[in-house]
């Protein structure tokens, strides 16, 4: 079994910041790429961010410049840093993961429950 969960969702004002995290726990053998995706009601959910396990990262212009993502290999973690909040970021924020499990024979993507942000104007 391999759970995602993660930690960090929040109300703030706009301006303000927030870190999202998200481990990874369970029977794995590697992870991929992991990264950050969100959604409000009504809409598909959309990529915000990634990062490869060699630290390359892609960011939704939405985003460039405010939010930061980083992860630590050693403890299956990713992180989002956001800062410069606007009203617009409010949604669900899931963590994604691209992983091998320990007995598995391909990669599979795993989801976390999703996080909820909100941000007041």
């Known amino acids: 079994q391999v759970q995602l969960v993660e930690s960090g969702g929040g109300l703030v004002q706009a301006g303000g910041s927030l870190r999202l995290s998200c481990a990874a726990s369970?029977?794995?053998?590697?992870?991929?790429?992991m990264g950050w995706y969100r959604q409000t009601p009504g809409k598909q959910r959309e990529l915000v961010t990634t990062?490869?396990?060699?630290?390359?990262?892609t960011y939704a212009d939405s985003v460039k410049g405010r939010f930061t993502i980083s992860r630590d290999n050693a403890k299956n973690t990713v992180y989002l840093q956001m800062n410069n909040l606007k009203p617009e970021d409010t949604a669900v924020y899931y963590c994604?993961?691209?992983?091998?499990?320990?007995?598995?024979?391909?990669?599979?993507?795993?989801w976390g429950q999703g996080t909820q942000v909100t941000v007041s104007s």
């Open positions: 994604n993961a691209d992983i091998l499990p320990l007995y598995g024979d391909r990669r599979l993507d795993y």
């Open positions: 369970g029977s794995i053998f590697s992870i991929n790429a």
């Open positions: 990062i490869t396990t060699g630290g390359r990262t």
